[in-house]
């Protein structure tokens, strides 16, 4: 009878931190990618993109968390729409700002719009994803505390962002958010739609002088102004 007892109390505690030992190489390595990506020319950054892609995917089937709470599921989709309502208002109050100091570059038309940007829009579904499901996720499994793991997830997902000055602040702020909204409402959807639309309010409203064409990292150093460019 003892000695079924120390078996049982010595067992769920190995597992945890076989789990967490899991967690933090899934990490380590998606987030070591992740980095290089960001900071590797061509044409090394697309076969280190496409190596962070795969170990990203493979680390998520083998650490599958479930639909629910991975946010994929509807059950708090309806529940946080508000997020999604509240972004469109700033957007229009950022959008007004834009026209009023002469900052707004929007495109045409709708269609030019959508054009312009359906690739970012999955782009920043993708980030959701990064920060949410493969950041918070993993350093709630490694962090004694949910504060820490959410601010550690908005660290590693600013320092990404890293050197635009624009960026880094929003992602910041975002981040924690974000993480925060996630543990609450358990939904990817409404982020993802939040995060797109605070991406496109940016790129349309602030100089590409200030964001360098929404670039991070390689990227926003190396970047140059179209009539830069054009007259080189």
Request: proline fraction near 5%.
């Amino acid at each position: 009878m003892q000695a079924h007892n120390l078996e049982s109390y010595s067992k769920p505690p190995t597992v945890a931190a076989a789990r967490a030992t899991r967690a933090l190489v899934e990490l380590s390595i998606g987030y070591g990618l992740i980095l290089l990506v960001v900071w590797t020319p061509q044409p090394w950054q697309r076969m280190l993109f496409w190596a962070a892609l795969a170990w990203i995917v493979a680390a998520t089937v083998v650490s599958f968390d479930g639909f629910s709470a991975m946010g994929l599921s509807i059950r708090g989709f309806l529940r946080s729409l508000w997020i999604v309502a509240l972004a469109m208002l700033l957007a229009a109050v950022s959008f007004t700002l834009a026209a009023r100091f002469h900052t707004s570059h929007i495109p045409a038309s709708p269609a030019l719009l959508v054009e312009r940007y359906w690739g970012y829009a999955i782009w920043a579904f993708l980030q959701e994803f990064l920060l949410l499901d493969f950041f918070l996720l993993r350093l709630l499994r490694l962090l004694p505390d949910v504060k820490m793991a959410v601010i550690a997830a908005a660290g590693l997902f600013t320092i990404a962002h890293l050197p635009s000055p624009i960026l880094t602040l929003v992602t910041l702020v975002w981040g924690l958010s974000a993480c925060l909204l996630f543990l609450r409402y358990r939904s990817l959807y409404t982020l993802g739609m939040a995060h797109v639309i605070f991406g496109v309010c940016i790129a349309v409203t602030v100089p590409l002088t200030v964001t360098h064409n929404m670039k991070v990292g390689l990227g926003y150093l190396k970047y140059r102004p179209p009539a830069l460019t054009a007259n080189r």
